[in-house]
């Protein structure tokens, strides 16, 4: 890939030389030129004129949306975003030493002229420029696993040691921003070698602190482990069977999360002396968990599918083990359809590490799967609310019971359709008229 393959480049010329500019890609879109990656996004400084007056002036001419940082603006268009960023010091050179690593430390211009060391990114090293860079921002602690994660780069034993004294300072952090660097780095192509790394390097304590509770509990009936070393095994094989079924992005990002969190209930204190009896650690483990990801700045919409699925990590498992009726699984599979997926991927992933319960939770899998092909979902659909209305229900509590327990028959062909349907309400549910 060259400089004029880059999104806006042809604009971008265009106004360097209106304007007497120069203007220089710097940091992760350089680098992604050099490797050929697809350029997700452009960084840009600009010497010559205010970064902000160009960032608007430049969002105008492509008709894009700027929204102002606290030292860049971001303008964006159709989902691509280009971040024009107020220079670090006078010059270019004084630029890239204030930037996190050298992987990083490189600009172009618009010719296509390189400037900065790219030996590292040769070498697929990631380097701290300088211990003070990180201490300035200590979110470039985990930056450093996402870029390997993300790259399949090694970290260097240097950094490391900065990595290992800054680490702590990460809660200082705006949680938001957090967020995004996790998110990117259990994203990572190469995420599972380097989520090994961060958690011997007590990464994820940090992250959640709450983990530490798990440390020296006692491991229980059912486990080889404490619920600490635990954690670690189920959620690395977790992830490892949420990517053989096809997860990705968003979906592989939650379970994971999941993952982490699934037996974080039994750190809680009622659990001091339960002898590794942790009934109701599900429950218990879904309410800390909310609070967890509240804090890291989680979106509504995954802090409910993550506690759901908390609550639920154990009850594959229990249907296995207690040989549950073929009604009690149906009604599971009606219930819980949507999330069923999950559910399978954190049980494989959470009794890998209990060996004498996998093959039972796989053939559960297995059982669940093949009833799932012979309900009838969209039947279901045929009785709604409003029809309950016109035979004289009234919404309440009762009304949804009603409705779920008929939809679930008609599914799985107890009714065979709307008439029977009608027949069995007013046979069954007279009294909640």
Not at 105 to 114: D, P, R, T, V, W
Not at 350 to 371: F, G, H, R, T, W
Request: hydrophobic share 40%; aromatic share 12%.
């Amino acid at each position: 890939m060259n400089v004029t393959d880059v999104p806006y480049f042809s604009k971008l010329l265009e106004i360097e030389k209106k304007r007497r500019l120069k203007i220089f890609l710097v940091g992760g879109t350089v680098r992604d030129i050099i490797l050929k990656r697809e350029i997700k996004d452009l960084d840009i400084v600009v010497f010559g004129e205010d970064y902000e007056v160009f960032a608007y002036k430049f969002a105008e001419e492509i008709k894009g949306t700027p929204i102002k940082f606290k030292d860049n603006v971001r303008v964006v268009k159709d989902g691509f975003v280009v971040d024009i960023s107020k220079t670090r010091g006078g010059s270019l050179q004084e630029d890239l030493q204030k930037r996190d690593f050298t992987i990083n430390n490189l600009a172009m211009n618009l010719q296509g002229e390189m400037f900065g060391d790219k030996s590292d990114l040769s070498k697929r090293i990631i380097r701290a420029i300088s211990e003070n860079n990180i201490a300035e921002d200590p979110l470039r602690v985990l930056r450093a696993f996402r870029f390997a994660s993300e790259l399949g780069f090694e970290i260097s034993d240097d950094t490391f040691n900065i990595i290992k004294k800054h680490k702590d300072k990460l809660l200082s952090v705006a949680f938001e921003r957090i967020y995004a660097e996790i998110k990117k780095t259990v994203l990572g192509e190469f995420f599972i070698d380097v989520f090994e790394v961060m958690w011997a390097e007590g990464i994820w304590d940090v992250l959640i602190p709450e983990l530490n509770t798990l440390k020296g509990k006692d491991k229980g009936i059912y486990h080889s482990h404490d619920p600490y070393e635990h954690t670690f095994c189920a959620a690395k094989n977790t992830y490892k069977y949420a990517k053989e079924y096809g997860f990705f992005e968003e979906d592989l990002f939650v379970i994971f999360i999941a993952a982490i969190l699934h037996d974080i209930g039994k750190g809680a204190p009622e659990y001091a002396n339960s002898g590794g009896k942790y009934i109701g650690h599900e429950i218990k483990g879904a309410g800390i968990s909310q609070n967890i990801l509240r804090r890291l700045c989680f979106s509504s919409k995954e802090i409910s599918l993550i506690k759901k699925v908390i609550e639920l990590h154990t009850i594959v498992r229990i249907y296995a083990t207690s040989n549950a009726r073929k009604r009690t699984l149906l009604k599971f599979i009606f219930d819980y359809r949507e999330i069923l997926d999950f559910l399978f991927v954190i049980s494989l992933g959470d009794n890998y590490c209990k060996p004498s319960a996998l093959s039972k939770v796989q053939d559960m899998v297995s059982k669940i799967k093949e009833l799932k092909s012979k309900i009838d979902f969209d039947k279901s659909e045929i009785i709604t609310g409003k029809d309950l209305i016109e035979y004289g229900f009234t919404p309440s509590e009762n009304f949804g019971k009603i409705l779920r327990d008929i939809r679930f028959r008609l599914a799985i062909g107890e009714i065979k359709d709307k008439s029977e349907a009608v027949k069995y309400i007013t046979s069954n549910y007279k009294g909640a008229v």
